[in-house]
């Protein structure tokens, strides 16, 4: 089981910066997935950036030149640097990891399948 805590979310006047932190516990070896999804009101849940484990990252095309998604394997940490933000980035933002080896005793165990999402962290674009 993987435990994500968000943080970094609140509001923001057009055109300025806020930076999430998602932080996995425990019994990790490694993951291989860490990304950030959203949520508006009304709407479906939908990627905004993913990173895998070996450093290729994928964005939606509406955040691409303005989002920056990055990841501490050490820490299991993934972070998402979003800049000149808009009214239409308001929404739940949502911390999600696929695909986790971990520990077991002496050894490992790899799980394709995993998934785990955050509780979701609120940001708010407003003037």
């Known amino acids: 089981q993987v435990q994500l805590v968000e943080s970094g979310g609140g509001l923001v006047q057009p055109g300025g910066s806020l930076r999430l932190s998602c932080a996995a516990s425990?019994?990790?070896?490694?993951?291989?997935?860490m990304g950030w999804y959203r949520q508006a009101p009304g709407k479906q849940r939908e990627l905004v950036a993913s990173?895998?484990?070996?450093?290729?990252?994928n964005y939606a095309r509406s955040v691409e030149d303005r989002f920056t998604i990055s990841r501490d394997n050490a820490k299991f940490t993934v972070f998402l640097q979003m800049n000149r933000l808009k009214f239409d980035d308001t929404a739940v933002y949502y911390c999600?990891?696929?695909?986790?080896?971990?520990?077991?005793?002496?050894?490992?165990?790899?799980?394709?399948?995993?998934?785990?999402w955050g509780r979701g962290t609120q940001v708010t674009v407003s003037s």
């Open positions: 999600n990891v696929e695909g986790v080896t971990y520990k077991r005793g002496s050894g490992y165990f790899r799980d394709d399948e995993a998934e785990f």
């Open positions: 425990g019994s990790i070896f490694s993951i291989h997935n």
């Open positions: 990173h895998n484990a070996g450093g290729s990252t």
